[in-house]
């Protein structure tokens, strides 16, 4: 049942390998504290199928790599008061975005990845979205107005921004967060 | 005052050093700390980097303060709010150019563009990456050059030249397309004037020079201006 007390919070996860996601649960004991401020609206390890709306803190996991996610993450933000990029691939592409350096064409990227550096069966899978000339960071495709580097953040980081932005109070991240 | 000294003020202390003397030593002399990367204590200064940019009271432009000499009078701000923007912006610049992946890095953890990144704040970078694809030169017995992680800081060209004496690296074309080369764009395997003296992989900030199959805290000297110093004081 929706609780007007409670912040509103979603996680998304994109191309990332879920090690952010980890990490938030990572939080451990402090998840304990923070269930009984926020209600989790949409995320992979909730049964929701449809982003909702009037989210007020959404973060996102993993580049943007296909059409599907490139989607998904605009109807996110028309939703979304807060939306943080979450880790080294929502922020700079990083691990998924090593590609990027191959080649600008999907094609020529599912050659390599799917024949030439097969070992059995070369075929590239056609059932699935189709890619995205490269793998973008998050705020080349929408409005991002936090970022959390690291890969993974740490949970202790990942639990001050929340906790920061859930008292009004500004995020500076000076000091406290390191790429990789 | 003795002659030869100039007086000056770095963030309102009064300050004497030298005639001639770089804004840069003279803050460290007096323990004002200004970031930078492309500075190491005994090479030629480079002024390639543009994170010890200063302010000079009476000048609206910044100065690079390794390359800027110390004059009478001078009225000089290490940190402003403006210094912090322009760091910032310049370190993003750096980051923007070439791949820069930590997490798949050997220095991830010894680097100090990562370090400076964190300290100044730098949680993103606001221009569109180049995802550059430069060769990576691994034909040295154990040494790498991995052009895609270098921030064209010199350090690895100065070392070679003014503490080796051998001259081995250089660089090549202009811009973003600069490349750090070995002899005449040769290999490294190949180079008939590298001595495989290791100074290169000490003194890269990031990396892009690297010992093969050896962590980086152990080629890296912590105090690679200690390093350098005790070599040209042999």
């Known amino acids: ?28 004991e402090a998840l304990i504290d923070l269930a009984q401020q926020i209600q989790l609206v949409y995320s992979p390890i909730v049964d929701i199928k449809v982003f909702p709306e009037n989210v007020d803190v959404t973060l996102v996991e993993g580049a943007v790599a296909n059409e599907d996610q490139q989607e998904l993450l605009k109807f996110a ?46 075929q590239i899978p056609t059932d699935v979205p189709a890619l995205l ?35 009004g109070l500004p995020v500076n991240m000076e000091g406290r967060s390191k790429f990789g | 005052m003795s002659a030869g000294t ?5 963030d309102n ?37 543009r994170m010890c940019m200063v302010e000079i009271h009476g000048s609206p432009k910044l100065f690079a303060s390794c390359v800027t000499p110390v004059s009478t009078g001078m009225e000089i701000v290490t940190q402003s709010d403006k210094l912090k923007e322009y760091r910032k912006m310049a370190l993003q610049f750096i980051l923007s150019e070439r791949s820069h992946i930590c997490s798949v890095c050997v220095a ?46 010199t350090r690895c060209v100065r070392v070679c030249d003014e503490i080796e004496g051998v001259h081995t690296l250089d660089l090549k074309l202009r811009g973003k397309d600069e490349q750090v080369i070995v002899d005449l764009d040769d290999q490294w395997g190949e180079s008939t004037s590298c001595t495989s003296c290791r100074k290169c992989a000490k003194v890269c900030p990031v990396g892009a020079i690297y010992v093969e199959g050896e962590a980086l805290s152990e080629t890296k000297d912590k105090n690679v201006a200690k390093f350098v110093l005790s070599r040209r004081n042999r």
């Not at chain 1, 922020?91 to 799917?114: D, Y």
Request: negative net charge; proline residues 7%.
């Open chain 1, 133 to 167: 000339p490269k793998a973008l960071p998050l705020h080349e495709v929408v409005k991002v107005d936090y970022y959390i580097p690291g890969c993974p953040p740490p949970a202790g980081l990942i639990n001050w921004v929340i906790g920061r932005l859930m008292r």
């Open chain 2, 108 to 153: 991830n953890n010894s680097c100090e563009l990562q370090k400076l990144a964190n300290e100044l704040g730098v949680d993103h970078v606001q221009f569109e990456r180049e995802w550059t694809s430069f060769p990576v030169d691994s034909t040295h017995d154990f040494l790498v050059l991995d052009r895609n992680r270098c921030i064209l800081c």
């Open chain 1, 77 to 122: 933000r028309v939703r979304t008061k807060i939306l943080i990029s979450l880790g080294d691939c929502a922020v700079t592409g990083n691990v998924t975005g090593l590609r990027n350096s191959l080649s600008n064409s999907p094609q020529a990227t599912l050659t390599r990845a799917f024949i030439e550096t097969a070992d059995v069966n070369p």
């Open chain 2, 6 to 10: 100039v007086k000056l003020k770095i």
């Open chain 2, 13 to 49: 202390i009064e300050v004497n050093v030298p005639e001639g003397t770089m804004i840069l030593e003279a803050a460290r002399a007096n323990g004002v700390v200004i970031p930078t990367l492309c500075d190491v204590e005994g090479l030629t200064a480079y002024g390639g980097c």
């Open chain 1, 1 to 28: 049942m929706p609780d007007p007390a409670k912040v509103r919070v979603a996680t998304i996860w994109l191309s990332g390998c879920s090690g952010c996601h980890m990490s938030f649960l990572d939080q451990d």
